[in-house]
């Protein structure tokens, strides 16, 4: 093999490897946040799950990608553990299509293939265009790619060290490590099964020493997705054993039927002069037949796979941190449903910000209707809780958007940032609003109760604004709950106006100190400022329906 020959091998795994990423970005610009969507109708059956896992593999000619995005969806929430068995048995069935593209000799028409897609990401201005382009030029990329890997190791014929090498494979377990080993490396199943066809189109290597070392690449494909987990949720972590251990059972099951019985010589007899599509036959029949008999127990892998990693306590339970968002989901530009996993986690993360906003709202006004700071040191470290998460949430989402290609996600996703900024300052008010109990509890300051009414309605109706934010704030919000915002609002300023109205009558009868009359006016100034950001709050999300 001469060193150009090795070049040329190089070359070619980068144009498979570049081919599938080009698939991965474009199916990711073109789906987006959809993706989300299509899991959350289709994933409820257990048969409908496999299909949509098979289905998303197959586009993106990649288990590991869909596994890593099944991780993502299922640590932040958009996914069960029950619904992600069925998604990882179906992608391991998706992920069989490129060695039978490759057996049918599909890379005669991959150059026509990179052409069309360049075409229209070229020559196309449609941006939605732009995104099927790159699905269609990543497909031709691949299998030119395929082609320059399989006409490079044609030479390896001629040595006798190299096919010595291979014919060492005949041994199960070695055929298993090495298989298992190369595919870690390269984190790319679909690449590992392609070169071993290449092998085999070279003459180099038949399917007897060839199928243990198919086994073992189905074991090592899980590696991507366990480097995924890392830092994730304990239910995140138990996906990536749900998919080791559907590979593990698959290989023990098949090596024992291929060491027993004349399996290897049937699938031979299927296409004897086409050792390429031996080996895509006998990957597609070890995968569906491996689903087909784990079907039925998927419930109990995923109660096996929490047994394996039981629930512990949350060591960072009194220790400020995001709940839902992960730095996993930032490790990967390329990773598939990117933009639903953003954007759910994101929302979550600021629900969570706005239910702390709310408590200290809450606990604020019956602050100072007490005239006690016994809360003062209560809201301030829930203040500086929201302040960390405004900052990290605001990190993450500028991470986030540097990557995000689809448009509307990139819209909504700049709206949420937006609300993020907006409930921190709800916070602040909040704040200052407990801080008056300082003045009032050191100058003896008491409020009529006419004043405490008052103080009532306030909470109220901020409990009332902030509730229903909370409520929409799971989902993109409806075009018209921008109204029922502006109509809360509203009634705060109408309510402000009334009270300082109220406050001005009082202080010209007498019936309230000069102290009590500034404090209660500046309280008054930031339950108005809050309706304010409450509204800002309501127009974003509004807005995100459109964008979303």
């Not at 150009?4 to 199916?27: C, E, H, I, R, V």
């Not at 070695?174 to 290449?198: C, D, E, K, R």
């Not at 031979?268 to 039925?296: K, S, W, Y």
């Not at 709206?415 to 100058?443: P, S, W």
Request: glycine share 8%; charged share 20%; net charge negative.
């Amino acid at each position: 093999m001469k060193i150009t020959d090795f070049f040329s091998l190089l070359g070619g795994l980068a144009l498979f490897l570049y081919g599938m990423q080009m698939m991965s970005n474009g199916l990711e610009a073109a789906a987006g946040n959809k993706m989300k969507q299509i899991l959350e109708k289709l994933t409820a059956n257990r048969f409908l799950g496999v299909l949509v896992g098979a289905g998303i593999t197959a586009v993106i000619q990649s288990s590991s990608a869909t596994t890593v995005m099944v991780v993502g969806f299922v640590n932040s929430g958009m996914m069960t553990l029950k619904q992600a068995v069925w998604i990882i048995m179906g992608a391991n069935i998706g992920t069989t299509i490129t060695g039978q593209l490759i057996a049918l000799d599909v890379g005669a028409i991959a150059p026509l293939l990179a052409f069309l897609g360049v075409a229209l990401v070229v020559f196309v201005k449609k941006q939605k265009v732009h995104h099927y382009g790159l699905i269609l030029a990543g497909l031709g990329i691949l299998f030119v790619g395929m082609d320059m890997m399989s006409a490079a190791m044609m030479p390896l014929r001629e040595s006798e060290t190299f096919v010595a090498l291979l014919t060492k494979f005949s041994n199960p377990i070695l055929g298993i490590l090495a298989g298992a080993i190369f595919t870690a490396i390269i984190q790319s199943s679909s690449a590992s099964v392609g070169i071993l066809q290449a092998l085999a189109s070279s003459g180099l290597i038949g399917l007897g020493n060839a199928v243990y070392v198919l086994f073992g690449q189905n074991i090592g494909t899980c590696i991507t997705a366990i480097l995924a987990a890392i830092g994730t949720s304990r239910n995140a972590k138990r996906t990536t054993i749900i998919h080791l251990m559907f590979n593990l059972i698959g290989t023990t099951i098949f090596t024992i039927v291929c060491i027993l019985t004349p399996l290897t010589d049937v699938v031979e007899a299927f296409t004897p002069d086409n050792v390429a599509a031996q080996i895509a036959n006998m990957h597609t029949l070890f995968n569906v037949v491996t689903t087909l008999l784990l079907l039925p127990f998927g419930t109990y892998l995923a109660k096996l796979a929490t047994k394996i990693l039981p629930e512990k306590k949350d060591e960072n339970v009194d220790v400020m941190h995001m709940e839902f968002i992960r730095p996993m989901e930032t490790k990967r530009d390329t990773q598939i449903g990117l933009s639903a996993i953003a954007v759910t986690s994101i929302r979550k993360e600021i629900h969570r910000m706005m239910t702390m906003a709310k408590e200290n709202v809450d606990m604020s006004f019956e602050a100072v209707k007490e005239g006690k700071t016994i809360h003062l040191k209560e809201v301030k470290e829930r203040e500086e809780y929201i302040d960390f998460l405004n900052k990290e949430i605001s990190k993450y989402i500028s991470k986030t958007l540097v990557n995000e290609s689809n448009p509307r996600d990139s819209k909504y996703i700049s709206a949420l940032f937006k609300v993020c900024g907006n409930v921190e300052r709800i916070g602040d008010h909040a704040m200052n609003i407990c801080g008056y109990t300082k003045t009032i509890e050191r100058q003896n300051i008491s409020f009529s109760s006419e004043v405490k009414r008052e103080i009532d309605e306030m909470k109220k109706i901020c409990d009332q604004a902030l509730d229903y934010l909370a409520e929409i704030g799971q989902e993109p919000g409806q075009k018209e709950d921008i109204q029922v915002i502006e109509d809360i609002e509203q009634k705060i300023d109408d309510m402000t106006e009334d009270y300082r109205q109220k406050q001005l009558e009082r202080m010209q009868k007498g019936t309230c100190s000069e102290e009590g009359c500034i404090i209660y006016s500046e309280m008054l100034t930031d339950f108005e400022r809050i309706g304010d950001h409450i509204l800002n709050i309501g127009q974003e999300m509004g807005r995100g329906k459109v964008s979303a």
